[in-house]
């Protein structure tokens, strides 16, 4: 759906801002001119379509087991990650031979999750959890 709507936006601002038409020996084609302007237009809506539909956004659990010597056996794990907004603070729109590559970078995202780790050992067993907020 996104994607329909991206197309038919660009397909939009492309024809209303500078067609020309032109004739070929072997047959037709359309020739546009797109300006940095536009552009930079194009680039700004996908990014904040892109956002305001994928967020808030959540991410599977991440869990890890592994054995230290002399410790025992730790597990870790994360889960309830969710990413809440993200906030983009340079992006840039670049045309070539292979297409139009739209790059982002210096963004940061507020992400919640919930935490926890246990060390079991023949003799003991440790366990804690909470709740993280990072930004």
């Keep these: ?11 939009l601002f492309v024809l209303s801002t500078s067609p020309s038409l032109a004739q070929a020996k ?12 536009g552009l930079e237009l194009a680039k700004d809506f996908l990014i904040h379509k892109m956002i305001s539909t994928t967020l808030p956004l959540q991410l599977p659990e991440i869990e890890k087991k592994v054995k230290i010597p002399l410790i025992g056996k730790v597990r870790m794990g994360l889960s309830n990650i969710k990413i809440y907004a993200v906030d983009v603070h340079s992006s840039r729109v670049e045309t070539g031979g292979d297409g139009i590559v739209l790059s982002v970078s210096g963004a ?28």
Aim: proline share 0%.
């Design 1 to 11: 759906m996104i994607l329909t709507e991206v197309i038919t936006f660009l397909a």
């Design 26 to 37: 072997d047959g037709g084609h359309v020739s546009l001119l797109v300006s940095e302007t």
């Design 108 to 135: 940061t995202a507020d992400v919640s999750m919930d935490w926890s780790y246990a060390y079991k050992a023949s003799f003991f067993h440790i366990a804690d959890h909470g709740v993280a907020s990072v930004k």
